[in-house]
Structure formats: C-alpha cells, structure tokens
C-alpha cells in the first residue's frame, strides 16, 4: 500500500532487509572498530580464541576479528558493482534483442550464446592475463560472465509484455522505443528479472573468491571475506574459526540479500495480471 | 417434457437436490445463501448472474469441492442419489467423474498438456472402471463428441479452443456420469464453435438422459440450453423457474435487467447496461443487495431481505415489489437508437489490403485483397471468427502491422506502414482501443498517467494541462476523478475497458478503432460500454470500426457490416439489410449459430 516500500511489510522482506543492515554495518562500521590493523602479525600463527584475538589468528599470525571487520567492505563493494554492472549489460542487450522483430535478436543473442560456452573461471584469467589486474578488470570481467544469463531472461520477458495493449498503445502514439522500453516494458518485467539478483550477487563473491584462490585476483595482504576463505583454507583443522567466520558472513550477506530480492520480486509481482482471468479473453 | 418421457424419472429422486446450501468465507462472510433447487434427469438448469455472484461456487459444490478459503456452513447436496456434503473427501473423490463430472470454462488449462488425448480418456477411464477396457474405449469416448478416432494421438495444442472443449466434454462423460457441471464452457469460443459445442451438449443430454447445472454470464446462451433458470446475484437465488417464464416474463427487476443488456441479432435495439458495480463478497448490503442498483427500488428494500416467495407454483422471485415489477415493461421498448452519418464524406478507406505473418520460413495470408471505407460519423462493423483476420485490419490501420500491399489512406492521404512514420496529426485522430482489459493498462502506472500519456504525445500540452483534462475525460467514461490515483489492478475488466476508452479519447480523435472490446466481460457491462460507445459517437462525431464475433452487439451498434472470412470480406451491406437478409452462406452460418433471446425456440 505504501507505494514502494509496501515490501517491508512481508515477513521475508523484514528480516532480509534487517539482515542486509546488520552485514552492510559490519562491513562499514567494523574497520573503526576493529583491534588490531588487518595486516599486522599479533601472535602466533593458526592460534586458537583468546582474549587478545576473540576468533584466534590466520595462517600469518594476524587477528581474525579484525580482518573480518576489514574484510567485508572490498568483497561487497566488488560483487555490487560487479552485479549491477552485470545488470546494465545485461538488461541492455536482453531489451533490444526481445524488442527487435528484425535480425538484431538473432545476432545479439547468439553473441550471448557464445559467450556463454566460456567456462567462466578461464575468461577471467585470460582477460587478468590480457589487461593486468586491477579492481577495474575484476568488476567488468565477473560482469560479463553474468550478463549472458541475464539478457536470457529480460528478452523472453521482453517478448511477452511486448505484445500487450499498453505497450502496443505507446507504439501506436509514436513513441520512440527507448520510451517504450523504460516507461512500458521496464517496470514490468522487473519481476522476474529481479528473483535471481541474489544468486547473481553470490555468484559474483564466487567467481572472485575462486579468482583469488588461483592467485590472481586481489593480492594480499588486503583483506577480503573471499581472500580470508583461500588463504586459510588448507589449515582449517588448526584454526577453524579463520575459515568459517568469513563464510559465515558470505553466507548471511546471501540470505539477506536473497529474502530481500525475493521480497521486492513478489511485491512487484503482486500487481500482475491475476492468471484466472486469462481464460475469458481467447475469442 | 423430457423428464415425462422418462420412466425411471420420479419426483422423488431428482439427479441433483441442493437443500439451503450456504457457504462462507473461513473469516465469516457469507459467499452462498440459502441456495436450493433440484434437476430431475434429462433437465438442463441454467445458473446465470454477473461475476461474483457465487453461481460457479454453487456449481463446484456439486462436487464436493470449495475453494480454499471458502466452508460449508449447512445445507445438503445430493447428487446421482449419493450424498456429497458431509462425506469423507476420498469416497467424494471417487464419485467425481463416475456420478457428477465438471467441465470448465477453460479447456486449454484443463488439459495436460503433456498426456496425449488418448492417455488423458484413459486415465478417467482407469480411475473408474474394474473390469478390464476396451480397445476401442477411447475412440468411441471420442466419437460421442464427434471427434475422429486419431485426436487421441494428438496433445492438446494441436487442437483448437472448440476441439479441446469438446474433448474435455467426452473426458467428463466417458464414465456415463448421470449428472454433469458445467462452468462458462462456451465463454472465450467464437459463435460458430460455440454453436456446435451447444448442439453437441443438448445431444449427449437427449441420449444419456443426463442432468446438467449450466452456468453462464449470458442470458442468451442459457435461454437456449435451459429448461429451468436459476438467477443469482450476491450469493443468493433472485428468480427461479421454467426458463421460457423466466426469459419472456422476467418477475425480478434484475432479471429484467439483465434481459434488457443483451444484444439480439434479431431484435436489434439499444441496449441498457445495469448502472453499477455486482457487489462483491463481504460488501453485502442490508436488505435485498440488489436494491442499489434497481430501478423498482423503494425503502423497504433497503431494510430487509425479501423471501424467495411463489409468483407461480413453480416459479419463485427473491422481490418485495414483484408483482408491480412484472407489469412493467418486459424489455425497455427502445429501438435501435440512429446516429446521423454521413456515409458520402470517407474518412477511411482500404483499398485491397493484403498482410500476412511470418511462421520462420512460411508465410500465412491473415487479410487478401480487402476494400472498405469508413465514412465520417459512420460505425462499420467487422465480423469473423476468431482467426479470420479482422485484428489484423485494425493493426494494419493505426499502423501496429506492416501490410504487405494495398492502400490505406486516412481522410485523403495514404497512411505510412509504421506509426512512428507517420506525422503527429494522423497519430492522434487514429485510436484504438483493445480487446483485453487486464493487458491493455500499465500495472504499474497509475490510471491518470496513463491517461496523461497521449495528452503529452499527440497534442502536446504541458504536465499541469494534461493533468487537468484528465478528469474531464474520466467523467466522459462516467468514472469519478478519483480513479486517477489508482492502479489498474484496483478497477474491474468494465472500469479498465472504460480506461482505455478515456486513453483513447484523450487525443480527440476521428476515427476509434475497438478490438473486440466488451468480448471478456458480462454482459451486463458489455451493454454499459456499448451504451457509452453510443453517446460519445454522437456527442464527438467519432467515426468506428468495430470489430467483433458478436453479431449481436453489431445489430445493437453498427450502421454497416463487413463480414469476414478466413482473410477475406465474404459479404459487406447495411446492418438492418445482411442481417435481415444474408446473401452469403457463411454470414447465415454465423447469423445462425448467434444465441439470442428471440429465437430461443427456434434455435432449440
């Protein structure tokens, strides 16, 4: 009812989005609280909880906590850009392509289709390889991996609002497309193309935690959630809170960034044409 | 009369007996209210209201089966000699499709369409049957609804909307069923396949001896399948009784209203929507909950709730002033009502259209060789099945489909393919206005932006101008300004329709083009639209080209008719003079297979 924050009101919006706030607080806030800088040795390597260091220490000796609390700025920051930046692509090609009755569609989406028979992991080292690496190439690479997919879904979307009345309408009033598209189209197929933006999102904190883990990804001793999981990875049995606390907090970014997704879908979804009334209109 | 003929018959054992049925929502409000009737074998009883009435609640009851949310509160049902209510849902089960069968309004969604048709016989043959099956169980299931033996290897999307239906009709009967349901089962299917399905239902009754609850929206449909009529509105029964006293001598105000809404092809007049919205359920008011919207309305309906009372020994009214009420005229005496036109003046003319669509590689023909004007002020009607082409002329005309040869030109001047090649002022005085409401408005748009929209477009005003005209435009639609500031999912299919008209209006044009604009909503909303259509052609001097399958609604509107088939005009005249006299043996099919009022009995 209250227009576009009516999402809150589900149970599955409240909690994503309470879980969303404590995630994206650890991240901005935690660096200011942290004990110890993130890259300074403290103690012994691989020590297990203690007062000095509450979640022990890594594989260098340095404290946990605090390149957890480090960590989460670089690992959000990369797999937002990177999604949103997915999106932007994605949305793009998906729109003209299901828009185009002409060979705009067949063209561009067979440019997808190939770019989707590359193993992802392979693309981004090629390109790393390519162009050097940097936050820059890291963000553009994890994008065009996940536009594919996504222009997938946007043009069969597309497709089928094109053919409705008000987008017809607005065709008939001469209107040019990029009006029809973001004014007619757009808003409406935000729905299903927005259910998946969690998966999509932790797909991206993937592709770059396994890019790390190959060592060409973001160089230590920056700290990362992802480059926290590779790094210490091999000694999980000596210290088994330097792998599972930044995990742990991959995993609850998801879940919050999942319900919160979901939420915004289905509030969206909610104004769609009710299924049982399509039956009465075949003649 | 056909029960008579029956020796098993008795009045003792009807096929169906609903005793005070009343059904509620889980939180309270009542859905069905003291609902009672009975069908001996053989006899079709007609179930008609508008949309929320409760009639396809009433209808699915039969089966043991509600909708979740919805609890039975008291009353019995016994149907085949078998009680429903009150018995363990798994014996309910196994009496679905062995005593009492259902067939939907839907037929695409009510099969699988993963199982051939064969399996999907089989299955209800299986569910049933001990004994072991024929191997020509499945063909003769198929040919007692005249389908050929080798539709069972088909699935259901290589079948058309008649096809699938009369398929679900031989998958409902192949158990030999004494008692069938069924829900709007010819709704959204052309006249043609309408008529056949019809005539195949009055057959499988004749032979069977079957009972059967026809539910319907249209009057008209039900005047010709119906021996009684039971008439709802807001959950309760308003009239009931033989369908011919009921239909000739309507004794409620709203079965005279409903009588005054539909369109006949051979009674051509004005027609008269009901003003007003159907009630939905918990909105209910006190006393009969048709009064609002009556025109026999005096205090005392508004107080109390009238009794179903006896008008004859077996016809009985839910009316307090029934008995001044059935004086009254019987259908409000108004001829066709004429707009002046002047025909010599064209405002439109196609000449010798061509279009087709593109299937990958293969081209289909949808329009060959087509020629028409339209003149100023003039409504010209274009009749034709579904797939007939007609859609396809009016997307050619405000330029939504390229045509692939032939000429249109708008007041003098050829019209370019595309709209967006064309200039500002042929955009605006070409509207058109489509066939389904739930599609034809943004969702996401609130209804005043989307009138907003082509004020800004095609004739240029600023944002505070558009916003004022906006309620002007509304209250042209006769829905108050405040509908500005809702989404379309809060208005019903006849608001949103009126919407659309308001869009259309905005750009004050010449010529509006309606695509089978009132085929999905009740009739007595139909008439509403239709009625408004009227008085805006005559108040703005609109021309129209109205597309329909309804020759009904054509006799009530147009001035001139084109009558298409497959892709091309078979017949084209005066309205009063193709259909008074057709010429064409495809127009007297379709005049034929058109339900209508007068000629029930005919029909029959």
């Known amino acids: ?283 | 009369m056909n029960a008579a003929s029956v020796p098993t018959t008795s009045a003792a054992s009807p096929a169906i007996s609903v005793q005070s049925l009343c059904l509620a929502l889980a939180t309270g409000e009542t859905v069905v209210d003291d609902v009672s009737f009975e069908v001996p074998r053989g006899e079709i009883l007609g179930v008609v209201g508008e949309s929320g009435s409760g009639k396809s609640t009433v209808a699915l009851a039969l089966l043991g089966y509600t909708k979740p949310g919805i609890v039975v509160r008291h009353g019995s049902i016994d149907v085949g000699g078998e009680r429903i209510l009150g018995r363990d849902p798994r014996e309910v089960r196994r009496l679905r499709g062995k005593v009492v069968s259902y067939v939907p309004q839907d037929p695409g969604g009510a099969l699988n369409p993963s199982l051939r048709i064969g399996a999907t016989i089989l299955d209800v043959l299986r569910a049933h049957r001990t004994s072991p099956l024929d191997d020509d169980a499945v063909p003769s299931a198929l040919g007692r609804v005249e389908l050929d033996g080798h539709f069972a290897q088909r699935y259901p999307h290589q079948l058309s909307g008649g096809q699938q239906q009369r398929v679900v009709i031989a998958t409902a009967t192949v158990c030999g069923p004494p008692v069938a349901v069924l829900d709007e089962p010819t709704t959204g299917l052309d006249v043609l396949t309408q008529d056949r399905i019809l005539r195949e239902l009055k057959r499988l009754r004749e032979e069977e001896q079957m009972a059967m609850v026809f539910v319907s929206h249209d009057l008209a449909v039900i005047a010709r399948m119906a021996d009684r009529v039971l008439v709802m509105y807001a959950g309760r029964v308003l009239e009931h009784g033989p369908a011919e006293e009921v239909i000739d001598h309507p004794r409620h105000p709203y079965t005279q209203a409903l009588v005054a809404a539909i369109p006949d092809v051979h009674a051509p007049r004005t027609l008269r929507g009901i003003p007003g919205v159907s009630v939905g359920v918990g909105e209910w008011p006190e006393g009969c909950a048709f009064a609002p919207r009556c025109r026999h309305q005096v205090e005392s309906c508004h107080r109390a709730l009238p009794e179903l009372v006896f008008a004859r020994p077996d016809h009985s009214v839910r009316c307090f002033r029934w008995e001044d009420v059935a004086g009254a005229e019987r259908v409000p005496a108004g001829t066709r009502s004429e707009i002046e036109a002047s025909a010599s003046d064209d405002l439109l003319t196609v000449t010798h259209l061509e279009a087709c669509y593109r299937r990958g590689r293969a081209e289909q023909t949808a329009v060959h060789d087509v020629s028409f004007t339209i003149g100023r002020g003039q409504c010209v009607a274009l009749v034709g099945e579904s797939g007939s082409g007609k859609s396809t002329i009016g997307r050619c005309i405000v330029g939504l489909h390229h045509p692939s040869g032939g000429v249109i030109a708008f007041d003098s001047r050829p019209l370019a393919a595309a709209a967006r090649a064309r200039p500002l002022e042929q955009r605006r005085r070409i509207q058109i206005v489509f066939q389904n409401p739930y599609q034809s408005l943004n969702p996401r748009q609130r209804i005043g932006s989307a009138i907003e929209r082509p004020l800004r477009v095609l004739r240029r005003l600023s944002h505070d101008d558009a916003e004022r005209e906006v309620g002007g435009l509304l209250e042209r639609v006769r829905l108050p300004a405040g509908v500005a500031k809702r989404f379309p999912s809060e208005l019903s299919g006849g608001e949103r329709q009126r919407v659309a008209v308001a869009r259309a209006l905005a750009a004050q044009p010449d010529l509006l083009i309606c695509d089978e604009i009132t085929s999905s909503l009740d009739v007595s909303v139909q008439a509403a639209v239709l009625e408004l259509l009227q008085d805006l052609r005559r108040d703005l001097h609109l021309s129209m080209l109205f597309i329909t399958h309804n020759l009904g609604v054509v006799a009530s509107v147009a001035d001139t008719v084109l009558v298409m088939e497959r892709g091309s005009l078979c017949e084209t005249g005066a309205v009063d003079e193709v259909l008074s006299a057709p010429t064409n043996a495809y127009t007297r099919s379709l005049l034929q297979a058109a339900p209508s009022l007068t000629e029930a009995a005919v029909a029959g």
């Open chain 1, 1 to 283: 009812m209250t227009g576009r924050l009516r999402f809150l009101r589900t149970p599955s919006g409240a909690i994503g989005i309470g879980i969303l706030t404590c995630v994206l607080l650890v991240a901005f806030v935690g660096p200011y609280l942290a004990p110890h800088s993130p890259t300074a040795v403290i103690g012994a390597p691989l020590s297990g909880a203690s007062g000095h260091a509450p979640l022990g220490t890594d594989f260098l000796g340095r404290d946990v906590l605090s390149r957890l609390l480090y960590g989460g700025r670089s690992v959000i920051g990369l797999a937002l850009a990177a999604t949103a930046l997915a999106y932007l692509i994605g949305m793009t090609i998906g729109l003209i392509a299901g828009y185009s009755r002409s060979v705009v569609d067949p063209i561009l989406m067979r440019t997808v289709d190939v770019m989707l028979a590359f193993p992802p992991l392979l693309f981004l080292l090629v390109l790393i390889a390519g162009t050097g690496q940097s936050r820059t190439v890291m963000v553009v690479g994890v994008a065009i991996i996940l536009a594919p997919g996504i222009s997938r879904i946007v043009r069969t979307a597309t497709q089928e609002v094109a053919v409705r009345g008000y987008v017809e309408a607005a065709v008939a009033r001469g209107e040019r497309p990029p009006a029809v598209l973001l004014r007619e189209v757009v808003p409406n197929i935000l729905a299903p193309v927005l259910v998946d933006v969690g998966l999509r999102f932790t797909f991206s904190i993937l592709i770059v935690a396994s890019v790390n883990f190959l060592g060409l990804g973001l160089q230590p001793p920056s700290s990362n959630w992802a480059v926290m999981i590779s790094e210490n990875r091999q000694y999980i049995s000596l210290n088994w809170l330097s792998v599972v606390a930044p995990a742990a907090m991959i995993a609850i970014l998801t879940i919050g960034v999942n319900l919160t997704g979901d939420a915004i879908a289905r509030s969206l979804g909610r104004s769609y044409t009710p299924s049982t009334t399509r039956g009465v209109v075949t003649a």
